[in-house]
């Protein structure tokens, strides 16, 4: 049975502490706008990342970049327990300066990190979460979730500067055989790819790499790539006017037809909607 024991939710920010049996799965992989801070304060959990499966451990502190595709799998332990903070850059608007917020989210980098938290930094992040809690459920004003999330970057600045604390990224050797094929759909998934033509790029047969790529990655072939190509879709009519016929063709879609079939399905919008939205 899954407990929550925090959560607090709004349009920039999300943090939610919960316990939950292994069993639990991400419905679907995704990526977002917020950097996201994950703390695997018990058990243990696999996440795909970018291009690469990797095994997180009681103590380790994950820091994934916006925009960047991810999902958690199964760990091999009964339950696992986390904190996760999801952190917009909009968050600070009208509270700090952009020139400070951009200092201070400098912190978290471009590339997700990881660390492995000795049993002091363990309970010095558990405190900082653990005194947090407590005022936030005052529910006087926003000033707690200020303090918290100044005193977490301050926290993650220190690790940076400790490099015993950095754990080197590795895979699984399953997952090792699939990262150069993961590379090769992010390199090539604004083209007019398939699951076959990757096959025969890596001379295996398409029922063998799309089991071994789900078993792998926790996503579906055409899933990843669909992910993929609808994050770039998003980014380009945020920032561009290019037509919606344009911008299907430039991230591998025949038909824009098509293109804002799967657009809608995934967002609930159709792309010229969703550009209206996201450029008032």
């Keep these: 049975m899954s407990t929550t024991h925090f959560q607090k939710y709004d349009s920039n920010l999300f943090i939610e502490h919960v316990t939950r049996p292994n ?6 992989g995704h990526a977002h706008g917020a950097y996201e801070v994950y703390f695997q304060s ?5 996440f795909f990342i970018h291009d690469r499966t990797i095994h997180l451990e009681r103590g380790d502190l994950l820091i994934i970049p916006p925009y960047m595709i991810h999902r958690s799998l199964n760990g091999d332990e009964g339950y696992y327990e986390r904190i996760l903070v999801e952190l917009h850059p909009d968050f600070f608007s009208g509270l700090i300066t952009t020139h400070l917020r951009d200092q201070l989210l400098q912190t978290l980098d471009a590339k997700f990190q990881i660390y492995r938290l000795s049993n002091k930094s363990i309970l010095s992040l558990n405190n900082i979460f653990h005194d947090y809690v407590i005022n936030e459920k005052k529910g006087e004003d926003d000033l707690p979730t200020l303090i918290f999330l100044l005193e977490l970057l301050r926290f993650i600045k220190e690790l940076k500067g400790n490099r015993s604390n950095q754990v080197s990224i590795e895979s699984d050797p399953l997952s090792r055989r699939m990262i150069s094929v993961v590379q090769y759909i992010n390199n090539r998934y604004t083209q007019d ?3 076959d033509q990757v096959a025969e790029a890596f001379f ?3 029922e063998h790499l799309s089991r071994s790529f789900k078993q792998s990655t926790g996503f579906t072939f055409n899933e990843y790539l669909t992910n993929l190509r609808m994050l770039e879709a998003e980014k380009l009519l945020k920032s561009t006017r290019l037509s919606i016929a344009q911008i299907a063709s430039s991230i591998g879609y025949q038909s824009h037809t098509h293109f804002g079939r799967v657009f809608r399905q995934k967002h609930g919008l ?11």
Excluded: E, F, H
């Design 23 to 28: 069993t639990y799965a991400m419905q679907r």
């Design 42 to 46: 018990d058990g243990d959990r696999y």
């Design 193 to 195: 790819i398939g699951l």
């Design 204 to 206: 295996i047969s398409p």
């Design 270 to 280: 159709t792309p010229s909607y969703y550009r209206k939205k996201v450029n008032p």
